[in-house]
DNA sequence: GACAAACCCGTACGGTGTGCGAGTGCTTTG
DNA sequence: CAAAGCACTCGCACACCGTACGGGTTTGTC
């Protein structure tokens, strides 16, 4: 049978190897992660596959869309177990490090995350797992399962973007980060004169070890909001 | 007795009015407050002051040093009660409540404040005192302080940023609260087919009160945190 | 062969931060 | 009183940005 007007999908020029979506964002993506999103320009990011720079207008309608694009992306890379497997705390302990990590791989997602509602498809489906994770928890009601999920997200997004912006001042500043770091505590020390809690709270500061302390500094809080988020569930 | 090349200060031409650093930090901000941080430009500003646009670089080195005198001047709005007065766990509460109406008054600061590292003087005065108030609490370490008062910050800031972002998204769209907040839920649901926690997340959001709906996010995760938090102070 | 759809892109406009160097008024010095 | 020098202002220019516009090229369907 013939297709009617109907049923044949509108398919005028397909062949010649064309930009598409998917590689424009996959591009700028890499961009993104390398070079932050100061240097993310559509000139460049065109340059890069090729083309000219208002040739990505046809895929996108502007810069700021692709960027939704591309957070929405990093949404997609965050796992959210089922309660089922090990129950609610460590599931949201595993959400919560996952979400982190996925920021530290992107780390130009604080700047940009917030200038937009975050309503893309792979957002709704973490928020769908999300919700079935502390639904499982057993608060009292439905609303404190939405208001649960949101103080952890907000929390791990608070304390990662504190985390990514001490890293990218480490690289901007394309210093070892050993050296960075004593530097930074030296300047510390130096501006915290008159401020003896201050003082005291850099010299403890003596680990060179970044990486560890941040992490503690995460876990730290999300166990204890975690702690006060349980002492809510019904018993 | 006449004074030396090393007593005398320079002072050569202090007498016709001319622009100071206070001028320009105090019109950027009422500019930052208004228009949020996309309106501010260094031309925008240099003639709301009656300026050539390079006459500002006299007096601040660079615009990013300029958002860094800005940011200072916002922590200096925050207050941190001594623990005498109410003790550590109210004290805690009204700081967090303190720094969140500060970042409300000037929603450009999440954008802004992960750029550079917070060292100003009014930044380490309010780290200090910070530090006191959580210092009463009776953490084990010293160290738990540092990270306690770090995770209430975190989560402040973290919070208050998505909440920031959506007052602004609804400024900007220069439609009345009620408006948009109902076409915002309408459009989620229409997203949130195929999610039926979502949809059903959505759904019980029928408020419309913003304000209110906020607050209750804000108070429901700070009062978990704290919380867990005092649940690890020596007894 | 005609037509249209899909796609590419050069040019241009109005904006940005800021380096440079010349200019202008004031104070101090000789 | 003249000269020197400091504090400050600012027009111009450069390199960059996002993107509207409109004409061009390729490809497919009739």
């Known amino acids: 049978m ?5 049923t044949r999908q509108r398919s005028a020029a397909p062949a010649r190897e064309t930009l598409s979506r998917e590689q424009i964002v996959k591009t700028a993506m890499e961009v993104l992660d390398s ?6 320009s559509m000139r460049k990011l065109a340059a890069r596959l090729g083309a000219g720079a208002t040739s990505l207008y046809w895929h996108v309608p502007t810069k700021d869309d692709l960027v ?11 796992d959210v177990p089922e309660p089922e497997l090990a129950g609610w705390r ?3 302990l595993l959400f919560g490090h996952s979400l982190r990590s996925a920021v530290l791989r992107h780390p130009w997602l604080p700047e940009v995350m917030y200038t937009r509602p975050s309503i893309g498809p792979n957002a709704m489906a973490l928020g769908e797992r999300g ?5 499982a928890a057993g608060f009292v009601t439905p609303h404190e399962v939405d208001l649960a999920m949101g103080s952890v997200m ?3 997004l608070g304390t990662v973007s504190a985390e990514v912006a001490t890293r990218e001042m480490v ?3 394309g210093r070892s980060e050993e050296s960075w770091v004593s530097e930074m505590l030296e300047q510390a020390q130096s501006v915290a004169t008159d401020y003896p809690q201050m003082q005291e709270s850099v010299r403890r500061r003596t680990s060179v ?6 992490t503690e500094n995460f876990v730290f809080g999300l166990d204890a909001l975690l702690d006060g988020l349980q002492a809510r569930v019904k018993k």
């Open 2 to 6: 013939r297709e009617t007007i109907w």
């Open 35 to 40: 070079e932050g999103v100061g240097g993310l």
């Open 68 to 78: 939704d694009l591309l957070i929405d992306q990093v949404w997609a890379e965050i």
């Open 90 to 92: 460590s599931g949201a």
């Open 131 to 135: 919700l079935v994770l502390f639904g």
């Open 154 to 156: 907000s929390y791990v």
């Open 171 to 173: 690289r901007k500043s």
């Open 209 to 214: 070890d970044l990486d560890g302390e941040l």
